[in-house]
C-alpha cells in the first residue's frame, strides 16, 4: 500500500503535481460545484467534464459489439477490454504475471465472487473480519458454515496471526479487513496479509486474505509491487476514484485463483463447453482466472469509459501521489479548525472520531472527519438537522452509520443489546432517530476528493460557525406579554387554506364562504396524494418541489376538484377535473375513477390508498413532475391514522420573562408528549390542522433582514406565510404592538360564532420543506437558516401549532374568514 510524498504535506503541496491550480480546474472540469460545497468523496468523487467528452467520442468514433463474437466490432471490444484491464493492473503496480482482475459491478459484487466461491467450498470456511469493516464485508459471515468472528481491536488480530499454522487446520479461512475505514478513514496495516501468509506452508486449508480498498484508493496509491505483501483477494470501485463508471474490479493474486476452482455456477463466456441433457456436464475456461469468473456479457461500454477515466485523472492531477499529498493538505487543515471550534465558554463544538493513537500521517489517517456537534450545554446536535441546514447552504455531507454498523458502534460507545432495544423501538437504517437515550445514533462525515479546494474548508467552517457555535446569552430579557389582558378576543382567523392533495398547492377558502371542520380537520384537505408508480412511495415536495405548482381548487357548487399545473403567472397549463362525489356514474366520472388498491407510505405509516388508474389521470401529473406517478384517494371512512405521539407540548410559562420567540433553557423546558385529543387524520404528517400567527411570521422576517451579513450584495427576500402550508393563520387587531410567538402558550381556541373548540396538541417541528417558494416552486435557504437560529428547542426546530378539533360527530361545525379567535393558555385555571 503506498504512501503520499512525505509523511506529512508541506504548504507547498496544496495541488503540488495539479496540471493547473485546483480553481482553474474547477472552473473547467467541474461547472456543477460552481454553487455546491460537495464533501461527500468517500461516497463517489466527482467526474471531470472532459471524462465525458473524451468518452463520448470515443463512442461516436468507433463501433463497439459484444466481446463474445468473431465480428470486427466485437473483436475491437474484446481487445480494448484486453488492453484496459492490463493498464487497470499497471495503475495499481500489479504485475499481470503475478495478479489477474476481474470487472465487476462494484467492490461489494467483488467481495460476493470471493464469498460465494469459499462457500462452494466441500468442508466450508471460516472467517474473520474487523469491527471496522464496510456492511458488504460483515455479511460474508452468513456464508461460513465454520463460524465467524468479529475481532474488535487490532491486538486480537496480531494475537490471532500470531497463533496461525500452529495446529492443522480441517477448512481454508478468510480474514477480511479495509484498508481505510470508510466510517473515520483510519487505515489498517497492509503487513497483515504479508504475516498471515507466513503462517502456512501449504495451501490446501489456509487462511486468505481479502482488502476492502474502496475507501483507501479514493484518494491515495495502492501500490501491489511486492507481490509477496499484496493481499489475495483486493475488491474496489471506480468511481471512488474517477467518479466515472460506475464499475468495480476484484484483483487476485494468481497463486490464489484455485479458490475458485471450487465455484459451481458458471454463466455465459466463462465455459468451454456444456452439455443440457440428461448427463449434464461442462468443461470450465482454464485460460486465465477472470475469464472464469466474468460471467454473462461484461459491461463492455463501461470498461471502455475507464479507459478515458485513466488518461483523464493523469493529465489533471499527474498521479495519486499528488492526489494523496492534496487531499491529507487540506484534511489537517480541517481537522484542525475544527477541533479549535469553540462555544462562548469554552466547550467544543465538534466532536472528532478519530484512530487511537492517530498522528497526521498519511499512513495513519485518511482525509475523512467523522464527527458530531454538541451545543454550549453538552446536549448533542441531531445529525438529520445538520444535514438538513447543510443541504439548504447547498453543502453536501453524509450522516448515519455510514455503512460501517460495527465502526460506527463502537465509536459511539453503544452495545449490541443497545442496538437491539433501538431498533424495537423503531429505529431503522437512513431514519430521523438522532438522538436515542440521550446519545446520537449515528455520525456526521466530510470526506475529501481530488478536487477539493481550501474553498470548500472555508464554507463548511462558515457553516459551523454560523449555526452550531453558541454565542453569549443575551443580557436583555424582554418580557413576552407585559399587562395586556390574555383573556381579551383580539385575535382572528386571517386566511382559511385546505391542501386537498397532500404536499401539492393551496386552496385558499373565499372570503365569506364558512367552511366545514371534520373530526380529520378541514373537508377535503389532504384527501388525496401522488403515489410513485413503481415503488406506490407517497410524493412530497421535499424531493419534487415543483409540487408547490400543482394547484387544486375545490368546487362545491360543481362537485369536482379542478387541478392546474404551473406558475400562477403563466397563463398556459392543462387542467384535470375530478369529481368529488365517489360514487358519481357520469361517462367521464367513470373513465377517470376507475381505480385498485394500492399500499403506500406516509410519514412511517403504511396505508391503503385507492389510486386512480386512468391513464389520463396519470399522464397529466407525470408529465408536468417529469416523474411517473399517478393520483390516489384516501378511502372513505377508513382512517387507521391519528395524531402522532411525536406532537410535543412546551409549557413555558408567562412567569418566566423570556425574548419574544425564544425558548426556556434547561431541563425544565424540556417538552413532554401530549397523549390526549389524538383524533383521526387522513394524509396530514402529524395532526389534523396546523395554526401560524401573522405577528410571528412578521416577528421571524424581521429576523432574516437582520441576520443578512453587512457584506452581502442584497438583503435576503421576507417569505410569506404560505411556505409553512397552514390552515389556519391568525392575526391580531390591537392597535398596539404585535405579540409574535404567542401562539406558543395556547393551550386551546375557540373559534366563531359557534365557539368551536380546537385543542393544541403542540409545536410543529419544522424541516427544510418550508424553503420551498410556493409560488414558483423553487427551492430557497429561508426560513429555515433562521428558525434554526431563533426556533430551536432541544434540537427541534419549531413553528407554528399543530390543532385538532374537539367534540364528536362527522360534521362538528363550521369556520371563516374573518372569525373571533379566542385562546386559553397553557396556565389558565
Not at 493498464?87 to 495499481?92: H, I, K, Q, V, Y
Not at 453538552?378 to 443541504?391: C, D
Not at 456526521?444 to 446569552?473: C, H, Q, T, W
Not at 419574544?660 to 396530514?684: E, H, M, V, Y
Request: proline share 6%.
Amino acid at each position: 500500500m503506498g504512501t503520499s510524498k512525505g509523511s506529512v504535506a508541506p504548504p507547498m503541496a496544496y495541488c503540488s503535481g495539479y496540471s493547473d491550480d485546483i480553481d482553474v480546474i474547477r472552473e473547467g472540469e467541474y461547472p456543477l460545484l460552481k454553487d455546491t460545497t460537495y464533501l461527500d468523496h468517500a461516497g463517489t468523487t466527482l467526474y471531470a467534464k472532459s471524462l465525458i467528452d473524451s468518452f463520448s467520442r470515443d463512442l461516436t468514433g468507433n463501433l463497439y459489439g459484444n466481446p463474445h463474437s468473431m465480428s470486427a466490432s466485437s473483436q475491437l471490444s474484446a481487445q480494448r477490454v484486453d488492453d484496459i484491464r492490463l493498464r487497470a493492473l499497471r495503475f495499481f503496480n500489479a504485475d499481470p504475471n503475478e495478479f489477474d482482475l476481474i470487472f465487476v459491478a462494484n467492490a461489494t459484487a467483488g467481495i460476493k465472487l470471493v464469498a460465494d466461491a469459499f462457500r462452494d467450498s466441500p468442508r466450508g470456511f471460516w472467517y474473520g473480519y474487523h469491527v471496522d469493516a464496510h456492511t458488504s464485508l460483515v455479511g460474508a459471515r452468513e456464508l461460513a458454515e465454520a463460524g465467524s468472528r468479529c475481532f474488535v481491536h487490532d491486538e486480537d488480530v496480531e494475537a490471532w496471526i500470531s497463533e496461525l499454522g500452529s495446529a492443522g487446520r480441517e477448512f481454508p479461512g478468510l480474514f477480511a479487513y479495509p484498508a481505510q475505514s470508510n466510517m473515520n478513514g483510519r487505515r489498517f496495516p497492509m503487513r497483515w496479509c504479508k504475516q498471515i501468509r507466513r503462517r502456512y506452508a501449504d495451501t490446501d486449508n489456509r487462511v486468505y486474505t481479502l482488502l476492502d480498498a474502496a475507501s483507501f484508493v479514493s484518494t491515495s496509491p495502492l501500490d501491489f509491487s511486492d507481490a509477496t505483501s499484496a493481499p489475495d483477494f483486493t475488491v474496489l470501485s471506480f468511481y471512488k476514484i474517477f467518479g466515472f463508471p460506475d464499475l468495480g474490479a476484484l484483483i487476485v493474486r494468481k497463486d490464489a485463483g484455485g479458490v475458485f476452482e471450487n465455484r459451481k455456477y458458471f454463466g455465459g463466456g466463462t465455459v468451454d463447453m456444456v452439455l443440457t441433457d440428461v448427463n449434464p456436464w461442462h468443461a470450465k475456461k482454464q485460460t486465465s482466472i477472470h475469464e472464469r469468473l466474468e460471467d454473462g456479457t461484461l459491461p463492455f461500454h463501461s470498461i471502455i469509459a475507464l479507459d478515458s477515466a485513466f488518461e483523464t485523472h493523469r493529465r489533471l492531477y499527474g498521479s495519486m501521489h499528488n492526489v494523496a499529498s492534496h487531499t491529507q493538505f487540506l484534511a489537517k487543515q480541517l481537522r484542525h479548525r475544527m477541533a479549535a471550534l469553540r462555544h462562548y465558554n469554552g466547550a467544543k463544538v465538534c466532536h472528532l472520531y478519530t484512530a487511537p493513537n492517530s498522528t497526521e500521517q498519511t499512513h495513519s489517517q485518511g482525509p475523512i472527519a467523522s464527527f458530531n456537534i454538541r451545543n454550549s450545554r453538552g446536549m448533542w446536535v441531531g445529525k438529520s438537522e445538520v444535514e438538513r441546514l447543510a443541504s439548504i447552504k447547498n453543502i453536501q455531507i453524509r450522516s448515519g452509520t455510514l455503512c460501517n454498523p460495527g465502526g460506527t458502534a463502537a465509536n459511539l460507545g453503544w452495545t449490541g443489546t443497545d442496538m437491539r432495544r433501538h431498533f424495537s423501538a423503531g429505529m431503522r437504517c437512513g431514519d430521523a432517530n438522532d438522538i436515542m437515550d440521550e446519545w446520537p445514533t449515528g455520525i456526521l462525515r466530510v470526506s475529501l476528493g481530488a478536487m477539493s479546494s481550501k474553498g470548500d474548508i472555508d464554507k463548511f467552517m462558515a457553516f459551523l460557525a454560523e449555526f452550531y457555535v453558541d454565542n453569549p446569552p443575551e443580557s436583555l430579557l424582554v418580557p413576552l406579554m407585559g399587562d395586556v389582558s390574555l383573556q381579551q378576543p383580539s385575535f382572528y382567523v386571517e386566511s382559511l387554506s385546505v391542501y386537498p392533495i397532500k404536499s401539492c398547492g393551496a386552496f385558499r377558502i373565499p372570503d365569506g364562504q364558512r367552511w366545514e371542520v371534520r373530526r380529520e380537520g378541514l373537508a377535503w384537505d389532504r384527501e388525496w396524494c401522488l403515489i410513485h408508480q413503481g415503488t406506490g412511495a407517497t410524493l412530497s415536495q421535499k424531493r419534487y418541489p415543483r409540487m408547490a405548482l400543482i394547484r387544486p381548487t375545490v368546487d362545491l357548487e360543481r362537485e369536482i376538484l379542478r387541478i392546474a399545473c404551473g406558475d400562477t403567472h403563466s397563463p398556459e397549463g392543462k387542467a384535470l377535473e375530478i369529481p368529488l362525489n365517489r360514487m358519481s356514474t357520469n361517462s367521464i366520472t367513470t373513465s377517470l375513477c376507475q381505480n385498485s388498491s394500492k399500499p403506500s407510505t406516509v410519514c412511517g405509516d403504511k396505508v391503503i390508498l385507492q389510486a386512480y388508474t386512468s391513464t389520463t389521470v396519470s399522464n397529466f401529473f407525470t408529465s408536468f413532475l417529469e416523474v411517473p406517478c399517478t393520483l390516489a384517494r384516501f378511502p372513505p371512512r377508513s382512517s387507521t391514522r391519528s395524531c402522532t405521539t411525536k406532537i410535543r407540548t412546551q409549557n413555558h410559562g408567562l412567569q418566566n420573562p423570556i425574548m419574544p420567540g425564544s425558548f426556556p433553557q434547561g431541563p425544565s423546558s424540556s417538552p413532554t408528549p401530549t397523549r390526549q385529543n389524538l383524533g383521526p387524520i387522513l394524509l396530514a404528517n402529524e395532526s389534523p390542522l396546523l395554526l401560524v400567527s401573522r405577528s410571528s411570521v412578521n416577528r421571524l422576517n424581521e429576523s432574516i433582514k437582520s441576520n443578512t451579513p453587512s457584506n452581502s450584495p442584497s438583503s435576503k427576500k421576507a417569505v410569506a406565510a404560505d411556505v409553512f402550508r397552514a390552515n389556519v393563520v391568525v392575526a391580531e387587531n390591537l392597535p398596539t404592538a404585535e405579540r409574535p410567538y404567542i401562539e406558543d402558550t395556547w393551550e386551546s381556541l375557540d373559534v366563531g360564532p359557534e365557539k368551536l373548540r380546537f385543542n393544541v396538541l403542540g409545536s410543529c417541528e419544522r424541516c427544510q420543506m418550508v424553503c420551498v417558494d410556493q409560488y414558483s416552486g423553487q427551492r430557497g435557504e429561508e426560513p429555515y437558516a433562521t428558525l434554526a437560529k431563533t426556533r430551536k428547542l432541544d434540537r427541534r426546530i419549531l413553528f407554528g401549532r399543530h390543532i385538532s378539533p374537539a367534540g364528536e360527530g362527522e360534521c362538528l361545525g363550521t369556520v371563516m374568514v374573518g372569525d373571533v379567535v379566542t385562546p386559553s393558555y397553557d396556565n389558565d385555571s
